[in-house]
């Protein structure tokens, strides 16, 4: 059984930092793009910033020069630097993880979600 576990979540103070983790585990070929997006209360799930397998990144402008994104591949693992934290980066933060499962002799893509950790930014 496939899972994606968050952990890393808590309060901190505006101007602080967290380091958000999450680790794939299960039965898996291998991994595509991985990701974090988040939800505020009454908002939508929004893309905060996405890694490809082979490095490549991008961010929402809202969190560009704050926040670093980035993956272990040998330990199907990726992380959200935050730094700078503001109150509005307030919000659930989800992984989302794009796999490649095998199944019967035949390979599939499908993505994947966390169950979210909670990020508070307050003072």
């Known amino acids: 059984q496939v899972q994606l576990v968050e952990s890393g979540g808590g309060l901190v103070q505006p101007g602080g930092s967290l380091r958000l983790s999450c680790v794939v585990s299960?039965?898996?070929?291998?991994?595509?793009?991985m990701g974090w997006y988040r939800q505020a209360p009454g908002k939508q799930r929004d893309l905060v910033a996405r890694i490809t397998s082979g490095g490549s990144t991008n961010y929402a402008e809202s969190v560009k020069d704050r926040f670093t994104i980035s993956r272990d591949n040998a330990k199907n693992t990726v992380y959200l630097q935050m730094n700078s934290l503001k109150p509005e980066d307030t919000a659930v933060y989800y992984c989302?993880?794009?796999?490649?499962?095998?199944?019967?002799?035949?390979?599939?893509?499908?993505?994947?979600w966390g169950q979210g950790t909670q990020v508070t930014v307050s003072s």
């Open positions: 299960g039965s898996i070929f291998s991994i595509n793009a």
């Open positions: 989302n993880a794009d796999l490649v499962l095998v199944l019967d002799g035949s390979k599939y893509q499908r993505g994947y």
